[in-house]
């Protein structure tokens, strides 16, 4: 890892890229924009694969900017910082999640809801055009470093385990942030609809809430992990649950019978939304099953501001709660990507950079 010698200089980056929706990754070079006054450079040690990543590189939302180095789920070790930065000192952990900056200026970065900037300069952590640097296209965490404002990057405590803490950075607080906005509580019967990277950490926030919490997933492949987690029940898409729901959480990346899960909410109960299907097969509800399945709310919800994703960390290390995750190498990361939308995979894979070739 090159530090830089001075503030002007762009800083090398090797990185994992596709050059098309149907590219498989390969080795990329390029570099990022020098460390700003306050920027932090970070030696990126662990990249989750997140589901969001698959649609990305695939160009399953949008027409997807190549090369594309994907990763906003990343954890590493500062190795230099701008002249300005007075919240990490190299040598600090950070982490890094979907979004590298923001206006700053708008009421809702003020508030710290940066992902909704009212003046559309979010800058994603990658496939996003950087609006406060020439508009060139940012790259993500599938790389040995990342440039960010200290406004962007998250204090991870030292003894923290980094491999745990990259997938909260997208899965954690994705999940946290509609668990707190729905006011889970002790005895709120939760459900969590699909079971994967996004869908654990819902099931273990929910349970340390106090939340009674229910599975829903394909198959009964994952059934013991639900239990071993706090689940209290467990149903695939061929149940007819009997009990009713105060929130659902729904993280299912393909299409799927939304109706059938408003049905089972309770009065007055929640179905929050943060499953990201392919534009082609987004599921439609009709919106007189609404009428005839009143008094039931249903929202979206997208990731979280910085202040709730430090809040998520805090409350993660504090009460223990990691994801499941399984290390690979980045020579895996097309077989990883085929497992994940094929059923094969259990819950997070996280790349651990270091062995890179
Ligand atoms: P994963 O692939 O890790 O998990 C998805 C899970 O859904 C898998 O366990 C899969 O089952 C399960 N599943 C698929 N179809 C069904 C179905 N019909 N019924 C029940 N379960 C089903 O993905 P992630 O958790 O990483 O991401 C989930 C979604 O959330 C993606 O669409 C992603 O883009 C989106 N997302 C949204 C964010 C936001 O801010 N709103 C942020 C991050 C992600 P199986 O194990 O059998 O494959
Ligand atoms: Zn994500």
């Known amino acids: 890892m090159q530090t830089p010698t001075n503030t002007h200089q762009r800083i ?9 929706k149907d590219g498989k990754f390969e080795p990329f070079a ?4 020098p460390v700003g006054a306050n920027d932090i450079l970070v030696e990126i040690l662990y990249a989750g694969i997140c589901h969001s990543d698959i649609h990305s590189a695939r160009s399953e939302w949008r027409e997807g900017i190549y090369p594309m ?19 990490f000192k190299v040598g600090d952990y950070a982490g890094i999640g979907c979004m590298v900056n923001s206006c700053g200026e708008c009421e809702a970065c003020k508030k710290s809801q940066e992902q909704f900037c009212e003046n559309g300069k979010t800058v994603f952590t990658y496939n996003c055009l950087d ?3 020439d508009n060139e296209p940012h790259y993500g965490g599938y790389s040995d470093n990342i440039v960010v404002s200290e406004n962007f990057a998250i204090k991870v405590p030292q003894n ?29 019967k939760v459900a969590v609809a699909g079971f994967g990277g996004l869908g654990s950490m819902a099931v273990k926030y929910a349970v340390a809430m106090g939340g009674d919490v229910a599975v829903f997933a394909r198959n ?18 061929t149940d007819t649950p009997k009990e ?27 179905l929050a939304i943060v499953g990201l299907p392919p534009s082609a097969v987004v599921p439609k509800i009709p919106i007189s099953q609404l009428v005839y399945n009143a008094n039931r709310k249903v929202y979206g919800s997208l990731i979280g501001g910085i202040k709730e994703t430090q809040e998520m960390l805090d409350f993660s290390l504090q009460n223990k709660i990691y994801p499941e ?18 059923g094969k995979a259990k819950f997070r894979y996280v790349i651990d950079m270091k062995r890179a070739n």
């Open 220 to 237: 009964e492949n994952k059934k013991q992990a639900a239990f071993t987690m706090g689940a209290k029940s467990f149903y695939t898409s």
């Open 160 to 188: 923290a385990p980094l491999e745990k803490v990259a997938p909260l950075l997208c899965a954690g607080i994705t999940t946290y942030a509609p668990l707190r906005f729905s006011g889970v509580k002790k005895g709120t």
């Open 244 to 270: 009713r729901f105060d929130l659902i959480i729904s993280t299912i990346p393909e299409s799927y019978d939304v109706l059938a899960y408003i049905k089972l909410l309770a009065y007055d109960g929640e």
């Open 69 to 87: 180095v994907p990763g906003h789920e990343i954890a590493g070790r500062v190795v230099a910082i701008g002249a300005e930065v007075s919240k």
């Open 131 to 133: 609006y406060f640097h």
């Open 12 to 20: 090398p980056a090797k990185g994992y890229a596709v050059h098309s």
């Open 325 to 342: 995750t399984e290390l690979i190498t980045p020579q895996d990361i097309d077989t990883a990507y085929e497992n994940l939308t094929t």
């Open 30 to 33: 390029f570099s990022r924009h």
